[in-house]
């Protein structure tokens, strides 16, 4: 038997998913986020389920072009445009669509001549200060794209929200009115919205809205005990035990020695560790199936392992499955235990895990793969 851990995805999750995201926007365009190979559940497979998408956003030409030799034909955005130069044919070539975010990136389009003008999304900073223009600068900035010989006739708008996982915030709301007021008058398509835009701010929808981390299933709401649409989980990540052993009152497990067991109890060791993406410091108490049935992680995560608490557990064996997330156990629940957000646990899987489609593409646990 070779080692068994799996990242199990659900082209039914996403499809659904892309379906609460359809029904929220009202609607608006959607642009399906999957940089990140996808936020980690692999780009083809995933561009594939969410083929149904208005269009594709992604970060760069290494995520594009094998979206277009895959047969895409959807519009696909750059989120951070050209890097360099030279790129522009490239995006040119495969027809790929470019946020223009700084001057030096105006300046090359000016620059450019060629059969193929491209179509370019003006960003703007309206509070994050990340990328973008000013709102004082944007007048001037579209007349520069649309006198440039690179650029396309429809010149397209998107700035970034930064505090839509917060319901109670008002940033968003400062964000939208900055937005407004900074493109009164200018023609073109707008965009504002991520997941969190979508779900939670109805005034944010626009022409676009581009969901990401919701298509995977993750609620995106910091506040994630309030409700949220039925959202499924695209990835259940699995393994199995492949030890049991029985570890006397007071001995310690794992690096560290920092698990002391109480009593006499059951441990049972896991094919899976933080060489497999799993973090390491979801320790005590982390929440863990076996069989289907919820534990906690004990002791540290080791690289290729980890340990889990077996009391209570009845009939248990060696070779049982394992989820650290996915179906039945909600990936917030593990991030929230290891300091993170469910984002970085999803795109941070290494290759040595092995990864497949769900044979049933419905919903639900459904059967473990053998
Ligand atoms: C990643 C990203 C998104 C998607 O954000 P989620 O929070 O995952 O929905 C949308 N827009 C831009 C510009 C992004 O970089």
């Known amino acids: 038997m070779s080692r068994d851990t799996r990242a199990i995805i659900s082209p039914g999750a996403l499809r659904h998913n892309l379906q609460v995201a359809r029904h929220a926007a009202r609607g608006a365009r959607i642009m399906a986020v999957i940089k990140g190979n996808g936020y980690g ?44 130069e030279h790129e522009l044919e490239i995006a040119a070539r495969f027809r790929l669509d470019l946020v223009v975010h700084s001057d030096w990136q105006v300046a090359l389009l000016e620059a450019l001549g060629g059969p193929r003008p491209l179509s370019v999304w003006l960003k703007v ?6 990328l973008g223009f000013p709102p004082s600068a944007v007048r001037q900035t579209w007349q520069r794209l649309r006198d440039a010989r690179g650029v396309g006739p429809h010149i397209r708008f998107i700035t970034h ?7 109670d915030d008002e940033m968003t709301d400062h964000q939208l009115a900055c937005f407004r007021g900074a493109l009164e008058g200018l ?23 581009r969901p990401g981390i919701m298509l995977y299933g993750a609620n995106p709401f910091v506040d994630g005990h309030r409700p949220c649409p039925d959202l ?16 006397a009152a007071g001995e310690t497990v794992g690096y560290g020695a920092t698990f002391r067991c109480p009593e006499d109890m059951p441990v049972g060791v896991v094919a899976i560790g933080y060489g497999d993406g799993y973090p390491r410091h979801a320790d005590t108490g982390t ?63 290494t290759r040595r895990v092995h990864f497949e489609d769900a044979r049933d593409s419905h919903h639900g646990p459904g059967p473990y793969p053998v």
């Open 125 to 130: 900073d309206t509070g994050m200060h990340r």
């Open 287 to 349: 929440p863990i199936l076996v069989n289907g049935i919820e534990t906690q992680v004990i002791g540290r995560v080791s690289m290729d392992m980890l340990t889990v608490d077996l009391r209570g557990l009845q009939g248990v064996q060696v070779g049982d499955p394992v989820t650290l997330w996915g179906d039945g156990l909600p990936i917030e629940r593990v991030a929230e235990k290891a300091g993170t957000i469910p984002y970085e646990l999803l795109c941070r899987l």
């Open 41 to 84: 559940h692999g780009l083809i497979r995933v561009a594939r389920a969410l083929s149904d998408a208005d269009a594709f956003g992604v970060t760069c030409l290494e995520e594009a072009v094998p979206l277009r030799e895959a047969g895409f034909v959807h519009p696909i955005l750059l989120l951070e445009g050209v890097f360099e």
């Open 232 to 247: 499924r989980p695209a990835m259940t990540l699995r393994s199995r035990l492949i030890a049991i052993n029985r570890v």
């Open 161 to 167: 929200l930064a505090c839509a996982d917060n319901r």
């Open 187 to 209: 023609p073109g398509e707008r965009s504002l919205a991520n997941s969190a835009g979508l779900l939670g701010w109805p005034p944010v929808l626009a022409d676009w809205v």
